[in-house]
């Protein structure tokens, strides 16, 4: 599969991520530990995005490249989650869903473009 997405419109789709894991225990219904690691998320990808060497970062500490190594890891842990951590219904549809299009979006985007 050829890569279509730029490290910029990669840079938005981290933003977007980034939102997503924030809005997901109210517009999800999830709480105890499916709504902590929510939260837990959405600041660790906030921090991956605000230093990886791409545009729409604010430090260019990690290489774009190592950022997609953690997405190809981060996307199938978050497909097992819901069995590692028990989640049932949204929160398992949830996970399942965000794991998911982690893993597409990483098949699309071209790790080793320059910014």
Same mark, same amino acid.
């Given at each position: 599969m050829k890569p279509i997405i730029n490290p910029l419109i990669h840079g938005y789709l981290d933003y977007f991520t980034v939102v997503v894991f924030l809005l997901a225990p109210s517009l999800f219904g999830l709480d105890g530990a499916a709504g902590? $690691? #929510?939260? #837990?998320?959405?600041? +660790?990808? $906030? +921090?991956? %995005?605000l230093v990886t060497d791409f545009p729409l970062s604010i430090a260019k500490l990690v290489p774009f490249r190592i950022h997609g190594w953690v997405e190809r890891i981060v996307g199938p842990v978050l497909l097992l989650t819901p069995f590692l951590f028990r989640f049932e219904g949204a929160a398992r549809f949830f996970y399942f869903l +965000?794991? #998911? %299009?982690? +893993?597409?979006v990483g098949? $699309? %985007?071209?790790?080793? #473009? %320059?910014?």
């Open positions: 902590i $690691l #929510a939260y #837990a998320l959405a600041i +660790i990808h $906030l +921090i991956m %995005t +965000i794991g #998911a %299009t982690i +893993i597409v098949l $699309l %985007t071209d790790y080793e #473009a %320059t910014s």
